[in-house]
């Protein structure tokens, strides 16, 4: 058994103290007892009695069997979907460790299957089509419409047969640019079932970054739409897309279609720029197509999708992931951690553009068979009220959001929350960076009326779906903490050395085996996916994530230990930002690092050295903000730029980094030992430029 399972075998979850264990005693033994108690709080007794795992007795049971018995646990679950040919003798082999050569990880190989099959058909042929699969909410209030199981089937084949018409065949990548339409989804699906490979680039990127992506993984289609209103803004995504691939053209990389779908709410038809034999308008061709669409068998290991996602270097790096272990992986997490029931509404505020929106808003919930809301719009447009009105009017029961949104609706006040009735709600999420503790209790008592389990899933981009979270009705929760692996996850907390830590303590995440949601490659960087997750400490994967472990094992995650930066959820390397930056013709070098921010989590701060002779001025700053703006999206443009005469570097040319965060979070008194840079009066500068 793993060091975490001796932890909460021995019941030392539980701080000393009578009082509480029997407390606890009472839980497991299913009296009806709930309080919250100093820093634990405890799910209620009508909760836990009707929860999937309503103990931490029923939870060890089934956690322990799942590392003593890999393959039969996931064999068990795995044989809920449909398989057109099982799986081979072996359920999985692994090489974490590379001392022993390269890494490789699979799941169910040999297995046939399809995911879109077991996300549609399966649930239509069981008799479940008629059940709304999406209700969708506009930008605008009033503005919806709703897809039933069967409904969805019929529009994702008419697109699953148009791309084949276009020549789209298995294995082939296709890059999907669109805003939460319902056509987002639709098209993901429509790629799986005809075992092409989608990448779904988030509509905020630039066209540079879009390009990127595109010569990246050379797709034959992209599909996006002419334009979304967002709040009160209107986005050209279709201007996007053509600056785009006029980009990648230039570069050898042709798109040979744009399938493009009209908007109508937001930008008129007539209106959108056009370049004929490329574009194609989504309504003149795919309702023409059948209506049903022979699913294409795929193995377990062919790939599902690319995502890409920011590391601390440069290039954004293409998550690959494969289908069968990310059928069965994320289909139960989303089970378990929402504590799912087929009457539930769910909402996932994500964006399909991220890995949340891909699990937990498309394949997790439609695997499940459950009715997911799709929003368009801006969680605080019109009003502060909006999201609240959306779940009274869908009567949403699982409400699943990142803490930056749970921040910026904090500071607007209870009344915004407290004018709807939200009775239906029953399980809240919350992803995508660490929730502080006041932000959980507000989450907990107003938007909850301290009555729905949080859970506080954490997860990547890489690790396909939740690797620690709480799931309702089992544990007592702690505000803040992730609490306990999910079933087949062995986390590991390691020291700079790479040596496994006990007990209390803190350090880097690692996992010691592989989990069947995990990422396999990417894309066609075997070795970058070598070095950056498995040789920082060899025999586990390594998340870049810090995160302490306490007196009763529960998980505190501390944030990124690399040079990732976490802006409201999103990833973002620093050196993209940099990269960025320096791009522009008047800045010399730029260093860019993270600082708390009240709302976002982190803020981009930037420290820009200029050219030999160049001033400072508003309009420059303003420029170069524009530049990172047009170069990644808005959502990475820095919120601070500091004018720097010279950067802290050491003799071999390193910038110092850990002065730089100290310097913008002007913790002055703790630069520590700066007799280690060539020049240290740089620093000196630097703080006496702090407020220009
Ligand atoms: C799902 C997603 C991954 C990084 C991850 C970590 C942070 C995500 C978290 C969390 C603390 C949570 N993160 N969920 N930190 N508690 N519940 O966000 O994927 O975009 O790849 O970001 O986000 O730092 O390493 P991705």
């Given at each position: ?173 296709v890059i999907i640019y669109l805003p939460m339409l319902m056509e987002l989804p639709i098209a993901m699906l429509?790629c ?6 989608h990448s779904v680039v988030f509509a905020g990127f630039s066209a540079?970054s879009l390009?990127q992506r595109i010569?990246?993984c050379?797709p034959?289609?992209v599909i996006t739409c002419?334009?979304v209103?967002r709040?009160?803004?209107?986005i050209?995504l279709?201007?996007i897309v053509?600056?785009a ?16 779908y ?43 999708f690319l995502l890409y996602t920011s ?5 954004p790096k293409g998550v690959?992931h ?26 996932c505020t994500a964006d399909c553009g991220w890995i949340t929106g891909h699990s937990y808003v498309t394949y ?10 799709v929003f368009e719009g801006a969680p ?20 699943y959001t990142a803490?930056t949104l ?25 992803v995508g ?27 990547q981009t ?104 976490n802006v409201s959820g999103h990833r973002i ?59 990644i999206g808005a959502f990475a ?56």
């Amino acid at each position: 058994t793993s060091d975490h399972l001796r932890h909460v075998d021995s019941m030392s979850i539980l701080p000393s103290g009578a009082g509480r264990i029997s407390k606890l005693n009472a839980l497991i033994l299913g009296d009806s007892l709930a309080s919250e108690e100093d820093d634990l709080i405890f799910p209620s007794p009508s909760f836990s009695s009707q929860a999937l795992v309503p103990s931490p007795q029923k939870y060890m049971e089934m956690y322990s069997r799942s590392i003593k018995d890999p393959a039969g646990f996931w064999s068990d679950i795995a044989s809920d979907f449909y398989w057109k040919t099982r799986w081979g003798p072996q359920v999985y082999s692994e090489n974490l460790d590379i001392r022993k050569g390269n890494i490789k990880i699979e799941w169910f190989k040999g297995g046939i299957t399809n995911i879109c099959y077991n996300c549609l058909d399966r649930h239509v042929e069981s008799g479940n089509g008629d059940k709304v699969a999406f209700f969708w909410e506009g930008n605008e209030p009033g503005f919806d419409a709703m897809l039933t199981y069967s409904q969805l089937l019929s529009r994702v084949c008419q697109l699953a047969n148009y791309l084949k018409d276009v020549g789209i065949c298995k294995g082939d990548a296709v890059i999907i640019y669109l805003p939460m339409l319902m056509e987002l989804p639709i098209a993901m699906l429509a790629c799986s079932r005809i075992g092409a490979v989608h990448s779904v680039v988030f509509a905020g990127f630039s066209a540079e970054s879009l390009a990127q992506r595109i010569m990246d993984c050379k797709p034959k289609v992209v599909i996006t739409c002419n334009a979304v209103q967002r709040g009160s803004k209107i986005i050209y995504l279709k201007d996007i897309v053509d600056a785009a691939l006029t980009e990648s053209a230039e570069n050898g990389v042709a798109v040979d279609v744009c399938l493009t779908y009209a908007n109508e709410l937001a930008m008129k038809k007539e209106s959108t720029k056009w370049k004929e034999g490329r574009d194609i308008w989504w309504q003149d061709v795919v309702p023409n197509h059948p209506s049903a669409c022979d699913i294409e068998w795929v193995d377990a290991e062919d790939p599902l999708f690319l995502l890409y996602t920011s590391g601390s270097t440069g290039k954004p790096k293409g998550v690959l992931h494969t289908t069968g272990g990310y059928m069965v992986y994320t289909a139960t997490t989303f089970k378990y951690a929402f504590d799912y029931k087929p009457s539930d509404v769910y909402w996932c505020t994500a964006d399909c553009g991220w890995i949340t929106g891909h699990s937990y808003v498309t394949y997790g919930p439609l695997l499940n068979g459950a009715t997911v809301v799709v929003f368009e719009g801006a969680p605080n447009y019109p009003n502060a009220g909006r999201c609240w009105e959306i779940v009274d009017k869908f009567k949403v029961s699982i409400f699943y959001t990142a803490p930056t949104l749970v921040r910026s609706l904090m500071r607007e006040g209870d009344q915004h929350v407290k004018r709807y009735s939200r009775k239906s709600l029953r399980v809240l999420g919350s992803v995508g960076e660490p929730i502080n503790p006041s932000a959980w209790r507000w989450f907990f008592n107003v938007v909850g009326d301290s009555r729905c389990p949080i859970s506080d899933t954490w997860w990547q981009t890489e690790t396909g779906g939740f690797l620690i979270t709480p799931l309702p009705g089992a544990w007592p929760q702690k505000p803040g903490s992730a609490t306990f692996p999910f079933f087949g996850v062995q986390p590991v907390i390691v020291d700079e050395k790479g040596v496994e830590i006990e007990g209390e303590c803190s350090g880097y995440l690692c996992v010691k085996a592989s989990w069947p949601g995990a990422f396999r490659t990417l894309y066609g960087d075997h070795e970058r996916y070598e070095t950056t997750y498995f040789s920082a400490f060899p025999g586990y994967y390594f998340s870049g994530d810090g995160c302490s472990r306490d007196k009763d094992g529960y998980h505190w995650l501390t944030g990124r230990v690399d040079d990732v930066i976490n802006v409201s959820g999103h990833r973002i390397g620093t050196a993209e930002v940099e990269s960025a930056l320096v791009s522009h013709p008047q800045c010399a070098e730029a260093a860019v690092v993270g600082v708390e921010h009240e709302v976002k989590g982190q803020g981009i701060y930037a420290f820009v050295s200029l050219v030999e002779g160049v001033p400072y001025s508003e309009e420059l700053r303003k420029s170069l903000i524009t530049t990172v703006r047009n170069q990644i999206g808005a959502f990475a443009a820095p919120d601070k730029i500091h004018w720097a005469p010279g950067l802290p570097k050491t003799r071999s040319g390193k910038i110092m980094r850990r002065i730089l965060r100290k310097i913008a979070s002007r913790q002055l008194n703790e630069l520590g030992d700066t007799s280690t840079l060539a020049d240290p009066s740089v620093v000196d500068q630097l703080i006496a430029l702090s407020d220009a």
